[in-house]
């Protein structure tokens, strides 16, 4: 049974940072391609980072230089370092693999 297992988020102010972690279990992260999403209330569901098997990375311009992405494949976790969060990060953030999802983590940045 695949699972995968989101964790880290919390309720920040603007301008801190987070680390958010994603487990699989049941599942080899180390031949995929992976990527972290964010569903922000009101606003369609965006790739927020991607990271592939040999760890390029890309991200879109609303995150670049603030959030990076990585992998540790011999633990079977990506993870996603986000500094200087903005209101607008405000989602619940996944890291899907194909067609499993996971609950995903809250992460709130408010004043």
Known sequence: QVQLVESGGDS????DSLRLSCEGFGIKFRTY???WYRQSPGRERELV???????????PDSVQGRF???RDDAENKIHLQMNTLKPNDTG??????????G??????VSS
Do not use: E
Not at 12 to 15: D, I, L, N, R, T
Not at 52 to 58: A, E, I, L, Q
Not at 92 to 101: E, F, N, S, T
């Open 92 to 101: 619940i953030y996944y890291c899907p693999l194909g067609k499993y999802w």
């Open 49 to 59: 980072a991607g990271i592939s098997p040999t760890g390029f990375t890309n991200y």
């Open 33 to 35: 391609g992976m990527g």
């Open 68 to 70: 990076v992405a990585s």
């Open 103 to 108: 609950q995903g983590t809250q992460v709130t």
């Open 12 to 15: 920040v102010q603007p301008g």
